[in-house]
C-alpha cells in the first residue's frame, strides 16, 4: 500500500540553523500539507501546497518557513533560523485531491529537536 | 471558524471493556469529520471518517463512531477494547468546500487499556 513517507526521523539542530524536512508524498496525490505537534499538544496545521504554490497557510507559519517541491516526489519544510519553540514533530500529508470524498494521508513524522 | 473540543485528555479502561472517546465540533458550514490514532512513535493513522450519508459510520480494528448533526458530535466506540487498543486518539474536522482541506485537530484523548 502507497505511503506518505518523511526523512530524517530525527533531527538536532542549534538554535539559529537551518533545516529542511524532506517528505515525498503518495505518487498521484495533489494536495501536500504541513502539520507540527510541539510535545504533549494538538496536532496544528501550518500550511497546505496545491499547483506548485502555499495555498493555505496558518499564523505559525511565518517567513522563517517555506515549502517547496523541487521535483516531482518530492514536498520540503524549510526553516531559516530555527528557534527553541520550533522543537515539535512535524507531520507531512497528502491527498489525491478529489474535494470532500478523499482522505489525509499521514507520513510518521520527524521529530525536530532544536538546542 | 472551526474547532474541536475533545473533554477527555486520558481514558483508562480495562481490557474487554467498551469504551466512548467524545468529541465536539463547532463550524458554521458543513464539515468533514475524522478520527486518526496515534501508536507510541509513530504517525498518525486514519480510525474511520465521515463525509456524508449513514451517520453511523465503522472503521478498523473494531472502531465506529456516529455523527450527530444536532448535538455536533462525533463520538467514537468501541465494544470491547483490547492492550493494542492503548494509543492516542484524535478527533478531526475539515471543510473541503471551503478551503484546501487543512484538518483542524482536537487536543486528543489517550486511552490506557489495563489488564
Same mark, same amino acid.
Given at each position: 500500500?502507497?505511503?506518505?513517507?518523511?526523512?530524517?526521523? %530525527?533531527?538536532?539542530?542549534?538554535m539559529?540553523?537551518e533545516?529542511?524536512?524532506?517528505c515525498?508524498?503518495?505518487? #498521484? %496525490? =495533489?494536495?501536500?500539507?504541513?502539520?507540527?505537534?510541539? =510535545?504533549?499538544?494538538?496536532?496544528?496545521?501550518?500550511?497546505?501546497?496545491? #499547483?506548485?504554490?502555499?495555498?493555505?497557510?496558518?499564523?505559525?507559519f $511565518? $517567513?522563517?518557513?517555506?515549502?517547496?517541491?523541487? $521535483?516531482?516526489?518530492?514536498?520540503?519544510?524549510?526553516?531559516?533560523?530555527?528557534? =527553541?519553540?520550533?522543537?515539535?514533530?512535524?507531520?507531512?500529508?497528502?491527498?489525491?485531491?478529489?474535494?470532500?470524498? $478523499?482522505t489525509?494521508?499521514?507520513?510518521p513524522?520527524?521529530?525536530?529537536?532544536?538546542? | 471558524?472551526?474547532?474541536?473540543?475533545?473533554?477527555?485528555?486520558?481514558?483508562?479502561?480495562?481490557?474487554?471493556?467498551?469504551?466512548?472517546? *467524545?468529541?465536539?465540533? @463547532? !463550524?458554521?458550514? !458543513?464539515?468533514?469529520?475524522?478520527?486518526?490514532?496515534?501508536?507510541?512513535?509513530?504517525?498518525?493513522?486514519?480510525?474511520?471518517?465521515?463525509? @456524508?450519508?449513514?451517520?453511523?459510520?465503522?472503521?478498523i480494528?473494531?472502531? +465506529?463512531?456516529?455523527?450527530?448533526? !444536532?448535538?455536533?458530535?462525533?463520538?467514537? *466506540?468501541?465494544? @470491547?477494547?483490547?492492550?493494542?487498543?492503548?494509543? +492516542?486518539?484524535?478527533?478531526?474536522?475539515?471543510?473541503?468546500?471551503? @478551503?484546501?482541506?487543512?484538518?483542524?485537530?482536537?487536543?486528543?484523548?489517550?486511552? !490506557?487499556?489495563?489488564?
Amino acid at each position: 500500500e502507497p505511503e506518505v513517507t518523511q526523512t530524517p526521523s %530525527h533531527q538536532v539542530t542549534q538554535m539559529g540553523q537551518e533545516v529542511i524536512l524532506r517528505c515525498v508524498p503518495i505518487s #498521484n %496525490h =495533489l494536495y501536500f500539507y504541513w502539520y507540527r505537534q510541539i =510535545l504533549g499538544q494538538k496536532v496544528e496545521f501550518l500550511v497546505s501546497f496545491y #499547483n506548485n504554490e502555499i495555498s493555505e497557510k496558518s499564523e505559525i507559519f $511565518d $517567513d522563517q518557513f517555506s515549502v517547496e517541491r523541487p $521535483d516531482g516526489s518530492n514536498f520540503t519544510l524549510k526553516i531559516r533560523s530555527t528557534k =527553541l519553540e520550533d522543537s515539535a514533530m512535524y507531520f507531512c500529508a497528502s491527498r489525491q485531491g478529489v474535494p470532500g470524498t $478523499d482522505t489525509q494521508y499521514f507520513g510518521p513524522g520527524t521529530r525536530l529537536t532544536v538546542l | 471558524a472551526q474547532s474541536v473540543t475533545q473533554l477527555d485528555s486520558q481514558v483508562p479502561v480495562f481490557e474487554e471493556a467498551p469504551v466512548e472517546l *467524545r468529541c465536539n465540533y @463547532s !463550524s458554521s458550514v !458543513s464539515v468533514y469529520l475524522f478520527w486518526y490514532v496515534q501508536y507510541p512513535n509513530q504517525g498518525l493513522q486514519l480510525l474511520l471518517k465521515y463525509l @456524508s450519508g449513514s451517520t453511523l459510520v465503522k472503521g478498523i480494528n473494531g472502531f +465506529e463512531a456516529e455523527f450527530n448533526k !444536532s448535538q455536533t458530535s462525533f463520538h467514537l *466506540r468501541k465494544p @470491547s477494547v483490547h492492550i493494542s487498543d492503548t494509543a +492516542e486518539y484524535f478527533c478531526a474536522v475539515t471543510n473541503y468546500g471551503g @478551503s484546501q482541506g487543512n484538518l483542524i485537530f482536537g487536543k486528543g484523548t489517550k486511552l !490506557s487499556v489495563k489488564p
